[in-house]
Structure formats: structure tokens, C-alpha cells
Nanobody, 129 residues
Framework: QVQLAESGGGLVQPGDSLKLSCAAS??????????MAWFRQAPGKEREFVAG????????TYADSVKGRFSISRDNSKNEVYLQMSSLRPEDTAIYYC????????????????????WGQGTQVTVSS
């Protein structure tokens, strides 16, 4: 049974930084074999891709809206993935979810939610002055 647990959300001011963490309990899956991603969903909007990272930590991809401001990383020894967010804007306000792609050793990091089979409960990030 795969369980993902996000943490690190909160209320910050525009321009601030915040780091989200996602701890994975993967049961029979091996965390280090699977691509991971962060998505977010703002009130009244659809869930959107934010960033993703390959299973071997050798590639990552970002939504245009966060390029240069957000950075995704992972520690396969800890079964954790992170999202470092800087220069936060009010439009970054959303619930942030981490997700795991159950396909193993996939080179291309998917950007669509339908490719991800396991999801955390989400953590709220609010950017407001």
C-alpha cells in the first residue's frame, strides 16, 4: 500500500520562500524506481502540474509558471521528495499534492495527472500580504 504525506505548507507573504516535503511509504514498490511530481489546485480551478522528477534524480521538469522560482528534488535514501519554492506570488496559493507514477524506470516525467496513481492528501500554501 502506497501512502504519501505532504508537509511544510503555510501562510507566507509575497516574495517569501517555503519548502514542501513529501514522505512516501511505498509498500512493495521501491521508491527509487518511480517518478514523482507535485501538482496544485487552487479554489475553483483544475489541478495543475507544478514539477516532476525522474526516478534516478537525473531529470526534472517544471510548469512555465514556476520555472526559475521552484525546484524539485528527492532523497531516495529517505523516500522523500521536496519542492523548494521561492519568490512566491499570490497566484501560487493552492493545495499542493505530491504524486507517484507507479510505472517503474520511466525516462519521461509525465505532466498529466492521469499518469500518477498515488496521491497525498495535500498541504495548503497561502501567499498573502
Amino acid at each position: 500500500q502506497v501512502q504519501l504525506a505532504e508537509s511544510g505548507g503555510g501562510l507566507v507573504q509575497p516574495g517569501d520562500s517555503l519548502k514542501l516535503s513529501c514522505a512516501a511509504s511505498t509498500g512493495t514498490l521501491t521508491f527509487s524506481n518511480h517518478n514523482m511530481a507535485w501538482f496544485r489546485q487552487a479554489p475553483g480551478k483544475e489541478r495543475e502540474f507544478v514539477a516532476g522528477i525522474r526516478w534516478n534524480n537525473r531529470a526534472s521538469t517544471y510548469a512555465d509558471s514556476v520555472k526559475g522560482r521552484f525546484s524539485i528534488s528527492r532523497d531516495n535514501s529517505k523516500n522523500e521528495v521536496y519542492l523548494q519554492m521561492s519568490s512566491l506570488r499570490p497566484e501560487d496559493t493552492a493545495i499542493y499534492y505530491c504524486a507517484l507514477d507507479s510505472r517503474a524506470w520511466v525516462a519521461l516525467v509525465a505532466t498529466t495527472s492521469s499518469n500518477y496513481d498515488y496521491w497525498g492528501q495535500g498541504t495548503q500554501v497561502t501567499v498573502s500580504s
